[in-house]
């Protein structure tokens, strides 16, 4: 299983990031897709998931109303899609998997680091 995350750099507060992770070496429908993110002196915090068959999505609240999970089918990618950056949201970002019904993330990118400046 490999997970590629791309799409991370600099923005300034307010501006947008799109995040992309490229899933291949397993059966995706069966899998929940999840971002995760962790700053500097800070937990890993879990961000968004969405269950891949279903479409159904989850956000912490710090995310609700601003960041968007999707996916596209055709080419087993989760997006991640950040508005209204603030510097609180500075962090490297990892995309995750988890076999359904597991609890455990068992597969993780490499992270792609977001910098949002004020």
């Known amino acids: 299983v490999q997970l590629v995350e791309s799409g991370g750099g600099l923005a300034a507060a307010g501006n947008s990031l799109r995040l992309s992770c490229a899933a291949s070496g397993l059966t995706i429908s069966n899998y929940f897709l999840a971002w995760f993110r962790q700053a500097p002196g800070k937990e890993r915090e879990f961000v968004a998931a969405?269950?891949?068959?279903?479409?159904?999505?989850y956000y912490t609240d710090s995310a609700k109303g601003r960041f968007t999970i999707s996916r596209d089918n055709a080419k087993n990618t989760v997006y991640l899609q950040m508005n209204s950056l603030k510097p609180e949201d500075t962090a490297v970002y990892y995309c995750a998997a988890r076999l359904e019904p597991r609890r455990v993330y068992d597969y993780w990118g490499q992270g792609t680091q977001v910098t949002v400046s004020s």
């Open positions: 969405i269950k891949w068959g279903s479409g159904s999505t």
